[in-house]
Nanobody, 115 residues
Framework: QVQLAEFGGGSVHAGGSLELSCVAS????????MGWYRQAPGKERELVAR???????TYGDSVKGRFAISRDSAKNTVYLQMNSLKAEDTAVYYC?????????WGQGTQVTVSS
């Protein structure tokens, strides 16, 4: 089972930026896709951004144009650059690695945006 470690969460004012990192314990190309999900209190976990093995990216509607996912295979790391943050982006952000129907998750990192 892959280990996923998230870094970079914290508190920021609205309009600010943060970058999250997810370091995998194995080659990220072992997975069909890697991505970021988030869960706010009282809400379901939702897709933020995903990148598949071919490099195709998918974004949740609420973050399009503001967030960008990227990867560095040499470092087994996936990044999430978050710009123009809003209060509604406040959530726990989880790194995900998917292989077929199998999903692995990180422990999550808190992002808090104050208005």
């Amino acid at each position: 089972q892959v280990q996923l470690a998230e870094f970079g969460g914290g508190s920021v004012h609205a309009g600010g930026s943060l970058e999250l990192s997810c370091v995998a314990s194995e080659n990220i190309f072992n997975f069909n896709a890697m991505g970021w999900y988030r869960q706010a209190p009282g809400k379901e976990r939702e897709l933020v951004a995903r990148i598949n093995v071919g490099g195709m990216t998918t974004y949740g509607d609420s973050v399009k144009g503001r967030f960008a996912i990227s990867r560095d295979s040499a470092k087994n790391t996936v990044y999430l650059q978050m710009n123009s943050l809003k209060a509604e982006d406040t959530a726990v952000y989880y790194c995900n690695a998917r292989t077929g129907v199998m999903n692995d998750w990180g422990q999550g990192t808190q992002v808090t945006v104050s208005s």
